[in-house]
DNA sequence: GGTCGGCACGTTATAAGATATCATGGCGTC
DNA sequence: GACGCCATGATATCTTATAACGTGCCGACC
């Protein structure tokens, strides 16, 4: 993961050079995403926003949402229905992301390979691929490391069945 | 696509070979999906349900399927909050989308190449899969077809600037 | 034959996520 | 200084999803 200082710093290049302006609110919302690391849904972001100078209401941060996924500055997680940073929005794309159903972390990653199958498949149907959705829930190696360990330990304090 | 029919037929097999029950409002919730041959949203299932003899509530839709889902009768489409049937429910599996942003329209598309490199990448990082959620947003071949004729009209009518 | 437990469903309420609509206010251009 | 554009404010509402608790059927078991 990019620290969280860098990724607005560059942001605020990116959207220099594109002439789109990121704003108070905008970078707000980004430096709460950049900052929490893992996914954060928009009431969330909200309610971090709280803390600050003023209430907002949910249109604002949904707008500066919209914005944020325009420039390719994070990307939505469909199946949390949160938002996370993107690691490299240099060049707009779209990533796969493996969510881990223990921590609930997230990581972006960008599979040549699974892109290029993707793009044939897709090429093969005759259709135009416009956005790609790939999410894969499942057990992170950090969070299957310690369970392992959990079951070992237990294993050894009581060595009888095991399920 | 399979026929409705058929489809509930074979649920009705799957689900007492397993087992489970495949109760009126379950059926009447895969017969709803099945039949539209979209996807569809718990609220509008809720609403066709109503056609019938009783009136019925989210929870209950939202309980019909989720057994559909847990037995592979039905696929969640994440990007739509919606639910389509399942063309191939004889073993469990996730499955790849190409949802048409035209007509709305979905195909469900099982293809080896790209679950091998998800399968690789997702190993790579150490992560235990569990669900995966594919699905690429665009405009399906017929409504591509139909777009470029439309164009080539328009063009023979005033030929002149093309965007 | 009664009763106990599990499961599906009913019912009410509410949480969580997202958008429509109209008003305001800053700021640059001409 | 009037106009238009863009970002934001504010209110209301819509859509999607779940929590919590109650009821009734049905088979297992005594």
């Known amino acids: ?4 200082r860098t990724q607005i710093a560059r942001a605020e290049v990116l959207c220099r050079e594109r002439g789109v302006r990121l704003t108070d609110q905008r970078r707000r919302v980004l430096e ?6 893992r996914p954060v849904g928009a009431y969330e972001i ?27 500055l994070i990307h939505k997680i469909e199946s949390l229905h949160a938002f996370v940073g ?9 990533s796969e992301f493996l ?7 997230v990581a972006e990653l960008k599979d040549d390979a699974v892109e290029r199958s993707l793009a044939s498949v ?7 691929p416009r956005r790609r ?8 190696a950090r969070c299957a490391r310690k369970e392992a360990c959990r079951r070992k330990e237990e294993a050894e304090r009581s060595p009888g069945p095991v399920d």
Chains 1, 2 share one sequence.
């Open 32 to 37: 709460i995403l950049c900052a929490a690391g």
């Open 122 to 128: 897709t090429r093969e149907s005759g259709f135009l």
């Open 99 to 105: 969510i881990c159903l223990e921590c609930g972390g």
């Open 46 to 72: 909200m309610d971090a926003m709280r803390e600050g100078p003023r209430v907002v209401a949910p249109p604002t941060v949904y707008r500066a949402l919209e914005f944020l996924l325009e420039q390719g």
């Open 1 to 4: 993961m990019t620290a969280p």
């Open 133 to 140: 959705v790939v999410e894969v829930m499942g057990i992170c």
């Open 86 to 94: 993107c690691d490299h929005p240099e060049h707009p794309h779209s």
